[in-house]
């Protein structure tokens, strides 16, 4: 070490204690250590001596001292910009906790299509016959593990062969053309699949880059019917299936959709299916796997069985008749 270095204090290469940060965001939001000792109920003496003692652990000043007037400097700014959201989260963290203690809950995991798609719309029932059990809803593409994670339930989409083990088969899938009904109306008759080129075909983006999804294609579709060179009025590409239907449903084209997901908006209505006896079959299935230290709460086993009916209405709405397990 050079002659003239400083000795590094062990105790400013360690992290900080936490015990001290709610005094310093105390007096950093008043800049005033006796409104800061009154909001945190000790003496002003105390206050100042966890502020010294924290200004002792980062090893610089974070307030200036003036007779009648305290202000942060440059590095209390800093920690104090760090610190507040840190410890609001905290504190939101340890209310929930608070909150949910001794409740009955079940999380689940699924991605954002299905979950505003098909089972937030199927919720209410659930919730209205179970009060007393709270649910959350992860919606995300990540996959995440069940077996480390606080997630109880994961609902996926997937090739069978490809489909966790243990997991549950909820319902298959096939393809349909569906348009909004006003679209229709406004258009000559399709009544042939070549006859979809005079529309704009809307698509999944990222079915074409992804192996496993281009049984959603329109390319397959086309080739399937006898119309493997067809090209349409226009092409809309989108990243996930709500927006595709959502896109249907606005007269923005015809839509190649999931008809587990949109099986609802067909029974009202509000899509209708164009070419049904061109449907084409998927291989895709929906599954539903519980985690390890799941199984045996009563509140996911119930909320298991409720989804179950769900899946055999699915499966009914939309013909799937094979066996499930």
């Not at 929930?96 to 719309?121: E, N, Y």
Request: glycine fraction near 4%; proline fraction near 6%; include cysteine.
């Amino acid at each position: 070490m050079p002659d003239d270095a400083q000795p590094t204090s062990p105790l400013r290469t360690r992290p900080i204690a936490v015990g001290h940060l709610r005094a310093f965001l105390a007096v950093a939001r008043y800049l005033n250590f006796r409104a800061a000792a009154e909001e945190l109920a000790l003496t002003q003496s105390a206050v100042s001596r966890q502020i010294q003692a924290l200004e002792d652990e980062v090893g610089v000043a974070l307030f200036l001292r003036h007779t009648r007037a305290v202000e942060l400097t440059s590095a209390g700014a800093q920690l104090q910009r760090a610190v507040t959201p840190a410890l609001e989260r905290i504190d939101a963290s340890v209310r929930l906790i608070r909150q949910t203690s001794g409740r009955k809950s079940v999380a689940i995991t699924t991605w954002a299509s299905f979950a505003s798609m098909w089972l937030i719309p199927r919720m209410e029932a659930f919730q209205r016959d179970n009060p007393e059990i709270d649910i959350r809803i992860d919606a995300t593409d990540n996959v995440l593990d069940l077996e480390t994670s606080d997630v109880d339930l994961a609902l996926r989409y997937s090739l069978p062969q490809h489909a966790a083990r243990g997991a549950q088969r909820l319902f298959g899938e096939q393809l349909a053309v569906v348009a909004s009904p006003w679209l229709l109306k406004s258009s000559p008759p399709i009544t042939q699949p070549a006859d979809v080129a005079r529309h704009t075909l809307i698509e999944a983006g990222d079915a074409h880059r992804l192996q496993h999804l281009d049984w959603l294609t329109w390319e397959r579709w086309l080739d399937l019917h006898g119309c493997a060179n067809l090209q349409p009025k226009r092409w809309l590409f989108l990243n996930y299936a709500h927006q595709i239907a959502q896109a249907a449903l606005t007269g923005q084209g015809l839509a190649l959709a999931r008809m587990p997901l949109v099986a609802d908006s067909l029974a009202s209505g509000d899509l209708v299916e164009v070419l049904p006896e061109f449907r084409m079959d998927s291989p895709l299935a929906y599954w539903l796997l519980i985690g390890p230290r799941s199984q045996q709460r009563p509140e996911v086993t119930a909320f298991c069985a409720w989804l179950q009916l769900q899946a055999a209405a699915t499966r009914a709405a939309i013909g799937d008749r094979q066996e499930i397990g």
